[in-house]
């Protein structure tokens, strides 16, 4: 089955840091990719949408400053947290589609931030 | 815009029962995608089972089935035979064919009762 590997899985850093966070599509082309931020004990609330070669688009009340995306290939698309602060901590996920339609979309493991 | 409402925030079911979680939306689209997805302690997300609104015949994975019903915006899952690893966190999600972009519930959290 299709796999979406995203790297770091845990990351604990100091305040003022900048963060990357990989999400890659290892068997497949991704057209779109997703990013969420997951609150403990909360759903998934979508961050951005990104696809391969064009800005991305934010949600509502997402800074794009603050979240940097870059999609530079169809499986590969990153997440820069600039400037982190503790607010910033939470569970990042990604996901990748394949195809429109019925196909679901393929969610990386996560990335748990910890920011002191 | 499209919602999707998980109005219970946790259940328990004995193992080896029968169990339904609940989930209502709302769209005024006619053609759209809706999912159940499991997140166990791991936090993976793992699709269950899913289900394209135009199809009126309801999707079934082996102890998974959904109660689809179209015109009251009703999408709910049965667990069948319960077993402990089906203890997780169980979120309903809602796709349009406008655009990809996935709305889930709050989620259920699901505890199975050895």
């Known amino acids: 089955g299709a796999v979406v590997s995203q790297h770091p899985s845990r990351v604990i850093c100091k305040s003022g840091t900048s963060v990357k966070i990989e999400c890659r599509s290892l068997?497949?082309?991704?057209?779109?990719m997703f990013w969420y931020r997951q609150f403990p004990k909360q759903s998934l609330m979508l961050m951005a949408t990104?696809?391969?070669?064009?800005?991305?688009?934010?949600e509502q009340g997402v800074e794009k400053d603050k979240f940097l995306i870059n999609h530079a290939s169809l499986t590969l698309s990153t997440l820069t947290v600039t400037s982190a602060h503790p607010e910033d901590s939470s569970f990042y996920i990604c996901?990748?589609?394949?195809?429109?339609?019925?196909?679901?979309?393929?969610f990386g493991d996560g990335t748990r931030l910890s920011i002191l | 815009a499209q919602t999707v409402t998980q109005s219970q925030p946790e259940m328990s079911v004995q193992e080896a029962e029968t169990v339904t979680l609940s989930c209502t939306y709302d769209t005024s689209e006619s053609d759209y995608y809706l999912f159940w997805y499991k997140q166990p302690p791991s936090r993976q997300m793992i699709l269950v089972i899913r289900?394209?609104?135009?199809?009126?015949q309801n999707a079934t994975e082996n102890r998974f089935s959904v109660n689809f019903q179209k015109a009251a915006k009703s999408f709910s899952l049965k667990i069948s035979d319960s077993q402990l690893g089906d203890a997780a966190m169980y979120f309903c999600?809602?796709?349009?064919?406008?655009?990809?972009?996935?709305?889930f519930g709050k989620g259920t959290r699901l505890h199975i009762l050895p």
């Open positions: 289900q394209e609104a135009y199809k009126q």
């Open positions: 990104s696809n391969e070669g064009s800005k991305a688009t934010y």
């Open positions: 996901s990748a589609l394949e195809n429109r339609g019925t196909q679901p979309q393929h």
């Open positions: 999600a809602y796709r349009g064919n406008r655009d990809d972009k996935i709305i």
């Open positions: 068997d497949f082309q991704a057209t779109t």
